[in-house]
């Protein structure tokens, strides 16, 4: 008897290491965009193109690029809401949840395009984008896997 019961509980010690479990993941952050030009204007209108990509350390095929935009308002703010999901995250050595990385691009006819591709957590409350006036008419380009690209 003695002998099944430490079998049972070496059975439940394991199956406890290697159980799948749920786990609350941010797919996207809450963050203000407060884009002006270089003297501090507000800019309305501005796109603000926002994306979220996978950084999963051990995953090897990327989860699918999400792309989300937004319109700035008169006072040249964008808000972009919080978003979480759900995910069944073996616990072992490789099988963690899925973590995100977000990338930005701000368009605007007649200015430059703005972006970063390195915003992680913990991500700013307010982000300030100074736009550029432009001679040439530039967009932000469509986002990768990894992000924005401009230029070549």
């Known amino acids: ?31 203000s965009f407060h884009v002006a030009d270089p003297s501090g204007q507000p800019i309305s209108s501005a796109t603000v193109h926002f994306a979220r990509y996978s950084i999963h350390p051990f995953n090897p095929i990327p989860k699918s690029l999400f792309a989300f935009e937004a319109t700035t308002e008169n006072s040249g703010s964008a808000f972009i809401r919080e978003q979480f999901e759900w995910q069944t995250a073996f616990v072992g050595p490789d099988g963690g949840p899925a973590h995100y990385g977000w990338a930005w691009c701000i368009d605007k006819p007649g200015f430059a395009p703005e972006f970063n591709n390195t915003l992680r957590e913990p991500v700013p409350p307010v982000i300030n984008v100074v736009l550029r006036q432009a001679v040439s008419a530039a ?8 992000g924005y690209r401009i230029g070549p």
């Open 1 to 31: 008897m003695h002998r099944l019961i430490n079998l049972l509980s070496v059975v439940l010690f394991t199956a406890s290491l290697v159980a799948c479990v749920p786990i609350r993941v941010m797919q996207q952050p809450q963050v």
């Open 139 to 146: 967009k932000c380009p469509a986002a990768t896997d990894d």
